[in-house]
């Protein structure tokens, strides 16, 4: 009961401050009753539908992420982590719903010459390498801030020879990529991984590790087929 409580009061924090803004709108610029209760309506889907996404992630995606996360160093086996990490990371991208919306609109602008599916598998590629990636790091220790650093130089050196139309659409993809299905899952595959190391490691940096990744990716899909 007190985790639907909780679940309740954030989804009126997510969606109140948009609806009294639309109502303001509606007053002041007089739109239509019919526009209006399309808004409503969909207002109340939106509410319905966030409460049981954030109850399915607290009472399964969470707890799951995490018994993979410190199942996978018992393994003893690099190759395997990474095997996992691969799939775990485009699995969860390619479900995420905000990556959804993304494909969809950046295929309509381009007016179907990069198909949603393509974006979307390119986009889960850089997510699922980057948190391959990220588990290295934890496993074997090595910096965060080096490995930010040589992702966003390579961003920045990538954004010199990719058409003006995708970096954009390279940007908003590393940010639809933190969205509520993604982010939950990495952190708690991250803390499962590093509580096997007794607090001597953090994950602290998986996410920021997984934002690079489609970004990359999709700077990348430009210079192929910009």
């Known amino acids: 009961m007190s985790s639907l409580k909780n679940t309740l009061i954030e989804v009126a924090y997510s969606i109140l401050p948009i609806t009294l803004v639309v109502v303001i709108i509606q007053i002041a610029l007089g ?32 707890p799951i992420g995490k018994m993979i996360g410190e199942y996978l160093p018992q393994t003893g086996k690099l190759s395997i982590i990474i095997l996992f990490g691969l799939l775990l ?47 290295l790091k934890l496993i074997k220790g090595w910096s ?15 954004a010199l020879f990719t058409p003006d139309s995708y970096i954009p659409v390279a940007l908003d993809s590393g940010g639809v990529t933190t969205g509520p299905m993604t982010v ?21 940096g998986f996410v920021g590790l997984a934002s690079v990744g489609p970004i990359l990716a999709v700077l990348l899909l430009g210079v192929l087929f910009g």
């Open 184 to 204: 939950p899952f990495i952190l708690a595959l991250g803390v499962g991984v590093a509580s096997t190391f007794g607090g001597k490691r953090d994950s602290f």
């Open 144 to 158: 965060i801030k080096h490995l930010i650093i040589a992702s966003y130089v390579l961003v920045l050196l990538l």
């Open 31 to 62: 739109m239509s009753y019919e526009d209006f209760a399309r808004f409503a309506g969909g207002a109340v889907l939106v509410c319905i539908g966030l409460i049981l996404f954030f109850l399915g992630t607290k009472i399964g995606i969470v």
């Open 89 to 135: 990371g485009f699995s969860v991208t390619v479900a995420e719903p905000d990556v959804q919306v993304l494909a969809m609109q950046f295929s309509q602008a381009s007016q179907g010459a990069v198909p949603k599916m393509v974006l979307i598998s390119v986009v889960g590629i850089g997510v699922a390498v980057f948190i391959a990636l990220a588990l």
